[in-house]
């Protein structure tokens, strides 16, 4: 396992990765170079009882913590359509007591779509729009897909699921395993997914040819000022064995789930000059009580995220 980690880690660099994002997607200054397209979101959360057992995360504490969200649409594209069949993202930064924080950056799919940075830099370089149709070639797809297993399940899913009517209401996965650490000490292993309480909304086939290609931030803007929308955090207690470093492969469907607490957002606003806008949600900014595995995508997202982020922020 840790060898396949390094090898994986050796094939490819987060400078690699980010400088191909930019010659699939263009160079946006300013902005993220994935997930560029989205929208900042404020809100509160709630831990629970449960969930302080597997955890000493001040997360659980019970109290009342700040959060600071962003919505997004996977892919660099600032005007990617909100019907493209594509991940729709959530991210959360926690503001624990002490000037802590922990990060939770999540997508709408169960499963992530490579096994290895490898993969994923591979399914950008296939994607690239070709210059004369604007398109991805479909022959470049076609052999991704062929030389690329790891990547069937997540895209599969997304083919077969259309995209949400609206970012508040659609589940988002965690997809990584993390470890719960609790006041003993004691190792757990994790999965999550935050599920919305006004329940889960697909665009139907209608819909995906006659929606427009910006409704999804204006109709979050709106919903919020009419009340806030809410989202359960589920979270699945691992067993020895299941698969820790995997992000394409779910765990088995019967392991137990508990309620870890509820996220409340409350208002949204166009990211430009918003709090999320200059926020670094890296995955691997975490308080005490929750630790990574070593999936090597988790891992590689770090940096990727740091090169990215140093680029925007220089309005690069
Ligand atoms: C090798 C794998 C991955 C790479 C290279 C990658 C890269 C990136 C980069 C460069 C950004 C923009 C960062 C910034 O400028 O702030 C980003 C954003 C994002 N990524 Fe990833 N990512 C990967 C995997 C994942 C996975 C597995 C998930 C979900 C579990 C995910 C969810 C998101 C979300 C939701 C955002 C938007 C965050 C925000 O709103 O600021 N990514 N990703």
């Not at 997607?25 to 929208?39: A, E, F, I, S």
């Not at 924080?101 to 993969?119: D, E, R, S």
């Not at 109709?219 to 009419?226: A, C, G, M, Y």
Request: proline residues 8%; hydrophobic residues 35%; charged residues 25%.
């Amino acid at each position: 396992m840790v060898a396949r980690h390094s090898l994986a880690q050796e094939q490819v660099t987060a400078d690699q990765m980010v400088t191909q994002m930019e010659d699939t997607y263009g160079v946006h200054p300013g902005q993220r170079r994935n997930h560029t397209k989205g929208l900042c979101a404020l809100g509160e959360w709630v831990g629970s009882k449960e969930a302080a057992t597997y955890s000493k995360s001040a997360l659980f504490s019970g109290k009342t913590i700040p959060v600071i969200a962003r919505f997004s649409n996977a892919g660099g594209f600032p005007d990617a359509p909100d019907t493209a069949k594509s991940a729709r993202g959530m991210a959360l930064e926690f503001k624990l007591p002490g000037n802590k924080l922990q990060h939770i950056t999540m997508i709408n799919t169960p499963m992530f779509g490579a096994a290895t940075p490898k993969t994923f830099f591979d399914l950008l370089v296939a994607t690239k729009p070709d210059a004369s149709t604007g398109k991805p070639d479909p022959k470049k797809v076609a052999a991704f897909k062929a030389t690329h297993p790891d990547n069937r399940a997540q895209a599969e899913f997304l083919e077969k699921n259309n995209p949400p009517v609206s970012y508040a209401n659609s589940d988002y996965f965690g997809i990584h395993t993390f470890k719960f650490i609790n006041a003993d000490n004691k190792t757990t292993l994790v999965r999550w997914k935050f599920v919305p309480q006004q329940g889960e909304k697909r665009l139907t086939d209608e819909q995906m040819k006659t929606m427009p290609a910006n409704f999804l931030a204006q109709e979050l803007i709106d919903r919020t000022k009419k009340g806030p929308v809410r989202w359960d955090m589920l979270v699945w207690i691992g067993q020895p064995g299941d698969p820790e470093d995997n992000p394409t492969v779910l765990w088995p469907a019967d392991r137990k789930q508990i309620k870890a607490g509820t996220l409340t957002i409350t208002s949204a606003m166009p990211q430009k000059g918003a709090a999320c806008e200059k926020i670094n949600y890296d995955p691997l900014v975490m308080a005490e009580g929750i630790e990574p595995t070593n999936d090597p995508i988790l891992t590689f997202r770090s940096p990727a995220y740091a090169v990215s982020f140093a680029k925007r922020i220089q309005g690069k």
